[in-house]
């Protein structure tokens, strides 16, 4: 148990206060469990800096467990046969999982809120929709105005003949 109380209680209310039974600390073993509750407050949303340490897992070794699970997956292994493959498969369906409520939350608050909607489109097509302050608009309506004037590409540009062009200002030089 923790010494903050408050904390304790509001653990205790999410089922998330290590048990004396449970290995809490610096030397924490990966078990399915600990990948169960990891993902479970990942998929809530949570950075897993926080979820980590919510659970008494130090971050490096959560690194440690994620890189030799990369490993073992690029070499072929499977979750059934390995507990770090399995936490790399099931954080990566949590994160995913937690985007996809997400943005469905998001998406659900169109009708009742129209800032909402601009804020995703916003997001998702920002060439589009993003807002762009007056010097980033002044550029592009500049670039426009510039490719307007520009003759199109398949018509064929001619350059003068260089004979035909008569230097004034040596006849200037001259008077």
């Given amino acids: 148990m923790y010494?903050?109380?408050w904390y304790n209680a509001v653990m205790a209310e999410q089922e998330m206060v290590p048990t004396p039974e449970q290995?809490?600390?610096p030397s924490a073993t990966i078990t399915p469990a600990r990948i169960s509750e990891l993902t479970r407050v990942v998929a809530q949303g949570n950075y897993l800096t926080t979820a980590c340490q919510?659970?008494?897992?130090?971050?490096?070794t959560y690194q440690e467990w994620r890189k030799k699970g990369s490993e073992q997956r690029e070499e072929g292994v499977i979750a059934e046969d390995s507990l770090y493959v399995l936490?790399?498969?099931e954080l990566e369906a949590a994160l995913s999982y937690g985007e996809e409520r997400a943005v469905a939350a998001w998406t659900s608050a169109f009708d009742t809120?129209?800032?909402?909607?601009e804020n995703f489109l916003?997001?998702?097509?920002?060439?589009r929709w993003a807002k762009r302050d007056s010097k980033q608009a002044a550029i592009?309506?500049?670039?426009?105005?510039?490719?307007l004037r520009l003759p199109a590409p398949e018509e064929e540009f001619l350059y003068p003949d260089p004979d035909s062009i008569v230097d004034t200002t040596a006849e200037e030089a001259v008077d």
């Fill in 23 to 25: 290995h809490v600390g």
């Fill in 122 to 127: 916003a997001r998702r097509f920002p060439e």
């Fill in 140 to 147: 592009a309506i500049s670039v426009q105005e510039i490719h």
């Fill in 3 to 5: 010494a903050n109380t």
């Fill in 87 to 89: 936490l790399v498969d």
């Fill in 113 to 117: 809120d129209w800032r909402a909607a």
């Fill in 54 to 60: 919510t659970l008494g897992i130090p971050y490096r």
